[in-house]
């Protein structure tokens, strides 16, 4: 255990402001997202997509998000984070508009497309930052738990109102809802966030945007549609991107911060998280309303509740963060979740079954915040201001990718199996599995290294060792 006895520091005015502003955003998005997912077939509905495209109004943004954030989160680091963030902003405003007045499926599926690709801009423009804003130590902890508890409270809140908000406007309040806040982070922010320093003119490595895009593109396509094929292309796009990162003179992710320990296990454990998680939220709607019968309205209430009180696991793990370090933190809160998820592959066919699914969403979202926390502190830990629009853009990435795969992954598990409920415990089962498993890996790739520890690293927070020995 380390201690910190050094006061931490006082948020300006001026910080706050910006922490109101960046928080925000993320806040929105995440409340957009989940309203959406809620209006599906209202959407779908209304402008005469059948419900063999339904799943197509999800992909068309996920795509764009998942392909497009690396490659937006180095942009911002070589032509300016505001820049990007503000241009996100403006992106997210037209296509909201464009999918609020939206007549026809190709109208709606455009708009989504443009919210992907804006998402993929701002998202982690905004982190960076925040994380180039404040200094790697106590504080930065604190405010990472912030925006892990604030996008957790926002895809809760959104799963919450968006029916409500749906019935008693339309469809497309899903789409307009955020439009008066990003205009407010339009005005606002070139008054209060400076432009980040630019570096000496860099050329764009363009072979390695072209190849780690379109790669993550095909990987993610490949998992939606279940192609064979594309997942061979997108594994030799990625393959072909990592060797011009080896031979590039200006890399788009330097190789050498995609080696070290705490970016490449930090992102692994995103992956796990996010993935494991989403797929179980998916099961158990499926469980709750197929097999219990419970209404969309009593399903949201069940994931709601829980999903709000969870919300102060950020705040908690910022706090253990400075005091016991990210390895620890993000290793007992994958343990939490996955032991969560356990009780789950029980579950029968009774309604008396609540009082074990309550329970444990309410411990399983704990830990799932916790880790989201841990992992973005990890994956962000220990690099130069200048490289912070990489990392931020990794852990983004890595975000939404996992969001979008897991769920595939683990219905296709459960598909394999006659009986709807088998299947579930089935996929529950690997859920669990995965995510104990994956606490190993991470932990001894994580471990502190004594040959490291020498090195004259400054680490002002309460991660002491750990972070320095995760330099190379």
Known sequence: MTTDTAPTPRITSRERLILFLLLGAGFMLSVDFSILNVA???VGEGVGLGLTGLPWIASAFALPAAGFTLLFGRLGDLFGRRRMFLSGAALLTGASFLGGFASNPQMLLTARVLQGFATAMATPASLALLTSTFAEGAVRDRILGLNGALLSAGFTVGALVGGSLVSLFSWRAAFFINIPVALVILVVTPYVISESTLPERVKLDVPGAVTAS??????????????????VVGVLLLGAFWAIELRSPAPLAPVRILKRPTVKWGNYAGLVVFSMETAMIFLMTLYLQNVLGFSPLVTGLIFGVPGLAAVGAGVVAGRSIGRYGSRKVLAVGMIVQGLATLPLVFVGDARIALAVLIPALFIGFFGHVTSIVAYTVTGTSGLPNEEQGLA??????????????????????????????TGIHLALSVNVAVTLVSVAFIWFGLRPRPEAQVAPVAVADGTGGELAASLD
Do not use: D, F, H, N
């Open 40 to 42: 599906l077939p209202k």
């Open 214 to 231: 379109g790669g993550l593109l095909a990987v993610v396509y490949s998992v939606i549609e279940s192609s064979i094929p594309v997942a």
């Open 392 to 421: 931020t853009g990794l852990t983004s990435m890595t975000q939404q990718v996992a969001i979008t795969v897991g769920i595939p992954i683990l219905s296709s598990i459960a598909a394999t199996q006659s009986a709807e409920l």
